[in-house]
């Protein structure tokens, strides 16, 4: 699974693993949603990329954040800005 290196440091803030493998919220306790956005793929001192699209998963809190928007499908995202994280936990949506 793709992460941005940004959604890789508030999962590791913000989250735990509970005994059932979900990751929830550590403030909420409810589990942690996540949308699969297909993103441009661009390169560092490229302002665009060369037509590559990946798969980047976006997490988010729906009680702490009501009104989380992932970014729109076909949006730029830099190479060095994802991180592949294995598929360890049960993220639900």
């Not at 001192?45 to 976006?58: L, S």
Request: contains cysteine; charged residues 25%; hydrophobic residues 35%.
């Amino acid at each position: 699974m793709l992460l941005s290196k940004r959604n890789v440091q508030w999962l590791i803030e913000h989250t735990y693993l509970d005994d059932d493998g979900i990751v929830r919220c550590d403030r909420t306790h409810e589990p942690i949603s996540m949308a699969h956005v297909r993103r441009s793929l661009w390169f560092p001192h490229m302002i665009g990329g060369m037509g590559e699209v990946r798969t980047v998963t976006d997490l988010a809190c729906l009680e702490c954040n009501p009104y989380a928007q992932p970014p729109r499908d076909g949006s730029g995202i830099y190479e060095n800005e994802i991180v592949n994280v294995p598929e360890l936990c049960d993220l639900s949506d």
